[in-house]
């Protein structure tokens, strides 16, 4: 049976104009003595010359996920997306870890473009992707923690069946997805909200795709989940995680 990705109508219905790229990768090989780090830290370079901490309040992309998050209740100081986390992380003058090729191009495609990135392995799946509002009664494992959690009714989570995968759009990732050394297949997630447009994701798509076969190998494909096109297969049994 395929396993298939989703996006609930209410959450788009909430959050107009909300658009997630998804990029598959199959077959690939996370070995650490790749050259990602070495881009990374180009990379972290680069916006450190043409980005500044007034500039990055004022870009857009940055201000509508804050306003999201405001809008959520959630104070953008206390609950940063992933991107604007990061960016901040670099502009202060630090480095970011280098995980592994997987996720430190998921990082890089997140820097370069400023859109939330998230990695998330596959080849473990047992259930469909969704992201939707949560109810309230899904469980969370951190990834950092033994404690078991449970979004807020309402909140906007990415789960495969009942068990959360990330918080609050694009805030914290759980346990159950990490990527590791030994993974062979992730999906990537680029999130952008208006006034960032589908092409601009289409586009953060292809370096994702380019990077990943570079670096790590495997085949790839992307497709971008909106109002007009919410539901993609993920994987098919023909595929053989």
Same mark, same amino acid.
């Given at each position: 049976? @395929?396993?298939t ?8 219905r +909430? ?26 830290r180009? %990379? $972290? ?7 500044? !901490?007034? %500039? ?7 201000? =509508? ?7 959520? !209740? ?10 604007? !986390? ?5 502009? +202060?003058?630090?480095a970011? /870890? =280098? ?10 495609? =997140? ?5 939330? *990135? ?11 992707? $969704?992201? +939707?509002?949560?109810?309230?009664? $899904?469980?969370?494992?951190?990834? @950092?923690?033994? =404690?078991?959690?449970? /979004?807020?009714?309402? $909140?906007?989570? &990415? ?8 918080r ?15 993974? %062979? ?28 076969v570079? &670096?790590?190998?495997g085949?790839?494909?992307?497709? *971008?989940?909106?109002? !007009?096109?919410? +539901?993609?297969?993920?994987? %098919? ?5």
């Amino acid at each position: 049976m @395929d396993l298939t990705y989703s996006l609930d109508g209410s959450l788009l219905r +909430r959050f107009p104009g909300f658009v997630r790229g998804v990029v598959v990768a199959r077959g690939v090989k996370n070995s650490p003595l790749s050259d990602v780090t070495a881009l990374l830290r180009e %990379t $972290e370079e680069t916006l450190r010359r043409t980005l500044t !901490g007034e %500039t990055l309040k004022e870009d857009p992309r940055i201000l =509508s996920w804050r306003e999201a998050f405001r809008g959520m !209740g959630m104070k953008p100081g206390d609950f940063r997306p992933s991107a604007e !986390g990061m960016l901040r992380r670099v502009l +202060r003058g630090q480095a970011l /870890p =280098s995980v592994n090729p997987l996720v430190d191009i998921g990082n890089i495609v =997140s820097l370069r473009r400023l859109f939330p *990135v998230g990695c998330h392995a596959v080849d473990r799946l047992e259930g469909n992707l $969704e992201m +939707r509002e949560a109810q309230g009664t $899904e469980t969370f494992l951190p990834f @950092d923690s033994e =404690s078991v959690e449970h /979004p807020e009714p309402g $909140e906007p989570v &990415f789960l495969e069946g009942n068990l959360v995968l990330t918080r609050r759009f694009c805030w914290r990732q759980g346990r159950r997805t990490l990527t590791l050394p030994d993974t %062979t297949a992730v999906e990537f997630n680029v999130d952008a909200l208006p006034p960032s447009v589908q092409e601009e994701v289409e586009a953060a798509c292809r370096e994702i795709e380019e990077l990943v076969v570079r &670096f790590c190998g495997g085949s790839v494909r992307h497709e *971008v989940l909106h109002e !007009g096109h919410r +539901r993609m297969v993920l994987l %098919t049994p023909q595929e053989g995680l």
